[in-house]
């Protein structure tokens, strides 16, 4: 999701970038345009360029997203011709912007063409993947779960731990808070097994109904109670395309990962200034 919603920003501020420079010297033939405002124009590129990073938009809904897209670029383009009457983008700053944005979505261009060679993963691996995490999938569970976030002094966590060893409820040990004066704060939500960060989630799977976990927070400490939970499984037939996306995702991530890692070695990078000294590894280090 962060990264579909960083790749529109970029595009639209591509698009403002494309603006910003120089003009269109003749003009494009009336198929590729949706829109003329002034004398420039907004194509049919621009708009299906947007309109790809529309994730599961359903044909029907197209025509209606176009139009939308439209109404925005046209937006844009008036800001653009607007910027360019007050010279805003001959600005340092924007100028900096802009080369941001050129080198953000060239860098993106990068990882994508990296990443194609990542091979689709197979039926083996993707059972393997079902069977090995059944908190996700054949024993996923909807959790509703309270949180208290505990201002303690550290001489005073083994107490608090004792205490809530020996409630009976949570409502109970709330009391406790409340009596002693401790500063705490409470929330609870529900949420499935794929909205939690996966050691959370194996940490509630082992829980019961009831029964709490204590972690040590910033402040003090932070409990957290499984006060319920109600089993919805998923089948293997179910998870299989969120699997396989998964999984192909990961590959990608690796080898643009392992990629940089080897631009890196081959690279002569040198730390600069203040830099330099943050870069420089600790004397024990360099010595071994």
């Known amino acids: 999701m962060m990264l579909r919603r960083l790749t529109l920003a970029l595009l639209t501020t591509a698009a ?154 949570i409502t109970e040990f709330v009391d406790h808070l409340k009596a002693n004066d401790y500063r705490f704060s409470a929330n609870q939500a529900v949420r499935s097994a794929e909205q939690l960060p996966m050691p959370v989630l194996e940490a509630l799977a082992r829980m019961k109904d009831g029964q709490a976990s204590v972690n040590q927070g910033s402040n003090g400490l932070v409990v957290t109670v499984l006060a319920g939970s109600r089993s919805q499984p998923v089948s293997e037939e179910q998870a299989r395309p969120a699997i396989e996306q998964y999984l192909l995702n990961e590959r990608k991530r690796k080898l643009v990962e392992e990629d940089l890692k080897a631009l890196r070695a081959a690279a002569k990078i040198e730390y600069v200034g203040s830099f330099a000294d943050a870069a420089r590894p600790p004397a024990s280090a360099a010595s071994r």
């Open 16 to 169: 403002l970038a494309a603006g910003c420079g120089e003009k269109k010297k003749e003009p494009l033939p009336g198929n590729q345009v949706a829109a003329r405002v002034n004398k420039d124009d907004v194509t049919l590129q621009q708009i299906n360029l947007v309109l790809q990073q529309q994730r599961n938009l359903r044909p029907e809904q197209a025509d209606q997203a176009s139009r939308q897209i439209l109404e925005r670029l046209i937006d844009q383009e008036l800001a653009v011709q607007k910027a360019e009457s007050l010279k805003l983008d001959a600005e340092p700053r924007v100028q900096q912007l802009l080369d941001a944005a050129r080198r953000e979505v060239v860098a993106r261009a990068y990882a994508e063409k990296v990443s194609e060679g990542a091979a689709k993963p197979s039926p083996d691996e993707v059972h393997q993947y079902y069977v090995d995490k059944p908190a996700l999938f054949s024993e996923r569970r909807v959790y509703s779960i309270q949180e208290l976030a505990i201002e303690a002094r550290a001489d005073q966590v083994a107490t608090l731990r004792e205490r809530l060893a020996a409630s009976k409820t």
